[in-house]
């Protein structure tokens, strides 16, 4: 079945630079990759998505890229700000059943 | 709009008792609900895939008999742990899925069974 790979587990930087949060997966059947962000017992937030037939997607300070020949994606955060902090989800879905594989996670740290 | 909720937001129960956490999508219909847990510092678990009308596709290792589902309209999923134990105790968080991709979550229920 699908699995994600999502590294790192910590990523810690300087207010202001930016961040880079990178997931493979599998399947190569798979064709929507959302990203969300947790905060300590909230609940997941979508931040950006983007399906297989696109290579880059842009939202203000958040972008998404996806390189389907070698079956990974990747968030870039950038002019990090102190509310960026908090727990980041890649996840992969498929139309069958759109059921969402997640990744394990990555603790976003911003530093002052 | 894509708002969904979740009740209780937390429960205590005592060993071997049931509980039941509703999920509803408040301005919308959804085609698919899905049900996870997730333990402290950890990835979501999807435990159930719930179709309204169908019975509950259930992921493997989950016991279908301890955690209910019903799924009974097209905005409300319930998800009932029945005789509760304390490695039941978790976060608990539904999904709803309108049409397409995107899944909205609900805020989740903190269960603690004493």
């Known amino acids: 079945g699908e699995n994600v790979e999502q590294h790192p587990s910590t990523l810690s930087v300087q207010e202001g630079d930016s961040a880079v949060i990178k997931c493979t997966y599998s399947d190569s059947a798979s064709n929507y990759f959302p990203w969300y962000k947790q905060e300590l017992g909230k609940r997941p937030q979508l931040i950006i998505d983007i399906r297989s037939n696109v290579g880059e997607k842009k939202d203000q300070r958040i972008a998404v890229t996806l390189n389907k020949t070698a079956k990974h994606f990747s968030l870039h955060i950038t002019e990090t700000q102190p509310e960026d902090s908090a727990v980041y989800f890649c996840?992969?879905?498929?139309?069958?059943?759109?059921?969402?594989?997640w990744g394990a996670g990555t603790k976003l740290i911003i530093k002052p | 709009g894509a708002v969904v909720s979740q009740h209780p937001s937390w429960v205590i129960c005592k060993s071997g008792t049931s509980v039941k956490i509703e999920c509803r999508s408040l301005d919308f219909q959804a085609t698919t609900m899905f049900w996870y847990r997730q333990f402290p510092k950890q990835s979501l678990m999807l435990m159930a895939t719930?179709?309204?009308?169908?019975?509950?596709?259930?992921e493997q290792g989950v016991e279908k008999d301890k955690f209910l589902i019903n799924h009974a309209s097209l905005t409300l999923s319930t998800l009932t742990v029945t005789s509760a134990h304390p490695e039941d105790s978790s976060f608990y968080i539904c999904?709803?899925?309108?049409?397409?991709?995107?899944?909205?979550f609900g805020p989740g229920t903190r269960l603690t069974v004493t």
């Open positions: 719930s179709n309204e009308g169908s019975k509950a596709t259930y």
């Open positions: 996840a992969a879905s498929k139309g069958s059943n759109y059921q969402l594989i």
């Open positions: 999904s709803a899925r309108p049409t397409g991709d995107e899944q909205y």
